[in-house]
């Protein structure tokens, strides 16, 4: 389940936006003001953000300006009532992917998001592994001959980072990075678990382990 940040200060919009997410299967998270989406984004990684320009505290340019600074590349959309040129390219160059207009068409947000994930190699499909098992990205769902195999959610986390970086090294700081937030403690010795798990069931040598570098996977 793709996990999606909001910053929005008009709380009717903002449940609506929340509950039509919610019902396309997105895990949501909603703040008020800029101050209170910090605070969010430092416990949890999010997939995606749409943040609302004009909302108290720090704004949502100022907001995604501080995000970026600290290397934060979250695909991030804009919702916004300003029509000036100005005001979007500064919202651009501060580093959004995209913006969408007040008032907002919820479907037309939804092939954006779908859109953005996609560019940002997060599928909505699901991926065959081999003649046995797919995965369902949208869900986070290993499937063997169509049936759920119940995969733990870190397990599954992790199933899901190898198959978006296919062919690509993943290094222990990248598995870090998408399973823990940065207040929360991890060991090497839970990554070698997980990725035991994964081996168990998909095979030895689905996961490739390159000594001091890092794992890959090829299918």
């Not at 678990?193 to 168990?200: A, D, E, F, L, R």
Request: negative net charge.
């Amino acid at each position: 389940m793709y996990k999606i940040l909001v910053l929005e200060d008009d709380e009717l919009f903002c449940e609506t936006l929340e509950d039509f997410l919610d019902d396309e299967g997105f895990e949501v998270d909603v703040a008020n003001d800029g101050e209170q989406c910090l605070e969010l984004n430092f416990y949890k990684n999010y997939d995606l953000y749409i943040f609302d320009i004009n909302v108290p505290k720090i704004n949502g340019l100022d907001l995604l300006s501080q995000l970026r600074d600290s290397d934060d590349l979250t695909p991030t959309i804009f919702l916004t009532s300003y029509k000036d040129k100005d005001t979007l390219h500064q919202g651009f160059k501060n580093g959004c992917d995209d913006y969408i207009k007040k008032p907002v068409d919820l479907d037309e947000l939804l092939f954006r998001i779908k859109a953005l994930l996609k560019r940002n190699k997060k599928s909505f499909e699901t991926i065959k592994l081999n003649s046995e098992f797919s995965f369902d990205h949208q869900n986070k769902r290993l499937l063997q001959n169509g049936k759920d195999v119940n995969l733990p959610m870190k397990v599954a986390e992790l199933l899901q980072l190898f198959i978006e970086q296919k062919n690509q090294i993943v290094t222990k700081e990248m598995i870090a990075s998408r399973l823990w937030s940065i207040d929360e403690e991890y060991s090497e010795g839970s990554i070698r678990v997980y990725i035991n798990n994964i081996k168990k069931i998909l095979g030895k040598d689905f996961i490739l382990n390159l000594k001091g570098i890092g794992y890959k996977v090829e299918f």
